[in-house]
């Protein structure tokens, strides 16, 4: 196989054959950066024809994208959107990647379209073949979501969710709008830009993959990965319980584990969406033996007992939040991490402008006693959920101390 630059007047032989990737090493040569080719396992290079060409690949055949944070992907969609290019988002179940899409659009002040390719067929994209009047002719009417997007005068977003799980005939019947925004005659108006989302076919959700036109319509494709720290400000905006914050705090690695080999596919696994069902199932007080039901039905046996666990110690052994408030200068001081994270998550949500100093001599005496990390965290909690504390005279004190410092660093 030779691999050539099409413009170019130096031709590279390049030894390559899918029984030998990559290149055998052999005598030494200057070779421009287009002919070098990645790494690729012998597993998936056997599955790929040798034809004379070049391997090439896509998301559909397993390739790894880059992965950021919700956060960094809500921002990063929100840029896709202003300029009104495509972007397509990817990673597990249950990570955020349809609230991130919701998030972005809400935020740039855009109208949000859901389509669900999985359950439509390609005349859903094309449009319902009609007969003219003439009955010598036909053309192709749009319904649905087709329409309602030819229709739009406001900025909107025509989100694609769970794309990958779509048939090939779907997925092929979205490449005209994709690219040229146009199809059987009818042209989307410049308001309309797309967003998708889809699951891995490692997560075992029923993906079978991306046709490769359609992913390179994408003007990029991103992974999200799961984020504590973005998690818990999310939770703590949504009113989640605060002992649920301090839990998944002392045990960050139970914010998305899924175990795709189980044999017990009806039980649910913890991720950021099923931690927000185990959240409402604390705010509804449930008996002890019905609460531990509903975690283990929100997030797996294994999940819930850890939760439960954590629960009880701290609905036994907890400091009072209020009795910290009111003397924050001879209030105990808990020892154990998770006691730890559970006082200052509590504080934090009971933040004010008028007990915001209690609270601040409080974090104050955790820095000086050497858990600096629980009273940073908790200052970055208050200043999330009330901002408007830095007006007050307290906040110019705080800024001043060693912690104040450490905060603002």
Known sequence: MRCEKADSSRTVPVSARCGSWPPRRGKQQSTPFWAIQPAISPTLCGALPCNGEAP????????????IRPQQAANLVGRYIDARIPV??????????SS?????????GYDVILSHPVVADPTDAKGLPWPGKDGESATFLPFGDLARAIKATTPTVWFLDDLGQASPAVQASFMQLLLA???NGHALPGCVTFVAATNRRSDRAGVSGILSPVISRFGAVVGVETSVDDWCEWALGADMPP??????????NLLHLQDTRKADDMENFPCP??????????????????EFAAFAGAVGEGAAIELRGFLTMVRSKLPNPDSIILDPDNAPIPGRPDLLWAVTTALAKRASDTNCGRI????????????SEFAVMMVKDINRLTPSVRDTQDWTRLVLTNLGKSFLA
Do not use: C
């Open 100 to 108: 991130i899409v919701e998030q972005a659009a809400k935020a740039a």
């Open 243 to 252: 002992e649920l914050i301090s839990f998944i705090r002392f045990r960050p």
């Open 273 to 290: 969406r099923t931690w927000e069902y185990a959240g409402k199932a604390i705010q509804l007080g449930l008996a002890e033996d019905l």
């Open 56 to 67: 090439h690949l896509s998301l559909g055949a397993s390739m790894a994208t880059v992965s």
């Open 88 to 97: 397509l988002l990817t990673g597990a179940p249950g990570v955020g990647k």
């Open 181 to 183: 925004r146009k199809v």
């Open 360 to 371: 601040f001599r409080y974090a104050e005496r955790l820095f000086d006693d050497g858990k």
